[in-house]
């Protein structure tokens, strides 16, 4: 496994984590998911730099020679972009703890908030298709960073595979 | 210096989106009438907001149940919903590349 990938998991666990965490506000009170939210924008950053290559390629040959899944998996990411993009800005504007600490009153309304909502609504659905687009690049980066539990199993002593049952 | 300006095309575009949400929120913001809103809490009393805007209390209130003994029931919560959304989706594509019956030799 590359150092490369291994960062890149690493670095997209912890901000699953993160997210998690940020998802209630209830919970772990508005500070936390505040900071943690600009936090979480920061690491955001980190992973679209890792995937750049990615995105620059995409984006060359959206229309000329991908396949239908790349496409998909393209849309998906841009509007997983511009959705956490939208939940920044609408929490930015109703928000409690982090702009007041600046010294600055925003003016806001019920748009802002009904829109931050949504968007947030709208990233667990998003979340989950993204997961899912890359559930096969995800469970291929853990097999390598466990590989122990796999190479048990396939030891040829303890092997009991389907050329027994036929016999 | 390549890295940077890759960081600053990121927020160049998340700034576009930004401006343009503004623009559209404020549009519809106006448009909307400014009549005051009325919220009736649990136990009868009323918390009226002005000019439409929220009412930062009201928020409050709302917000302030659960507490951190909740926090990883909701958390497991999240990730059930998104977890169910990754299965549906895995398994609704793998239902469409099946073929439909093996044929008998």
Same mark, same amino acid.
């Given at each position: 496994?590359? &150092? ?32 943690? =939210? ?20 995409? =984006? &060359? ?5 991908? =396949? ?10 841009? =509007? ?58 995800? &469970?291929?980066?853990? &097999? ?24 | ?105």
């Amino acid at each position: 496994m590359s &150092k490369q990938n291994r960062n890149k998991l690493l670095i997209d666990l912890i901000a699953f984590i993160a997210l998690l965490v940020s998802m209630d506000p209830r919970s772990s009170g508005i500070p936390v998911h505040e900071w943690l =939210t600009i936090a979480i924008a920061g690491v955001i950053i980190v992973h679209l730099l890792l995937n750049w290559n990615w995105i620059v390629e995409m =984006t &060359k040959r959206l229309f000329v020679k991908s =396949t239908n899944g790349a496409r998909l998996n393209y849309v998906l990411n841009w =509007t997983l972009f511009i959705n956490g993009v939208l939940i920044m800005l609408s929490g930015i504007m109703i928000s409690q703890s982090v702009v007041p600490s600046f010294g600055i009153t925003l003016p806001s309304n019920f748009e802002w908030r009904g829109l931050h909502e949504f968007s947030t609504n709208f990233a667990m659905l998003l979340m989950g298709l993204h997961i899912a687009l890359h559930w096969s690049w995800i &469970k291929n980066m853990v &097999k390598r960073l466990f590989p122990g539990k796999e190479r048990r199993t396939q030891a040829p002593g303890i092997s009991f595979g389907r050329k027994d049952v036929q016999a | 210096m390549k890295i940077l300006f890759r960081i600053l095309v990121i927020l160049v575009v998340a700034s576009i989106i930004m401006g343009a949400t503004y623009i559209l929120v404020n549009m519809s913001g106006t448009s909307t009438s400014n009549r005051p809103r009325e919220f009736t809490q649990n136990n009868g009393t009323n918390l009226q907001s002005p000019n439409g805007n929220f009412n930062p209390q009201l928020d409050r209130q709302r917000e302030r149940s659960g507490g951190i003994i909740g926090l990883p029931f909701s958390m497991l919560g999240n990730l059930a919903v998104i977890s169910l959304i990754a299965v549906v989706y895995l398994n609704t594509g793998r239902l469409f590349k099946r073929k439909p019956f093996a044929t008998a030799k």
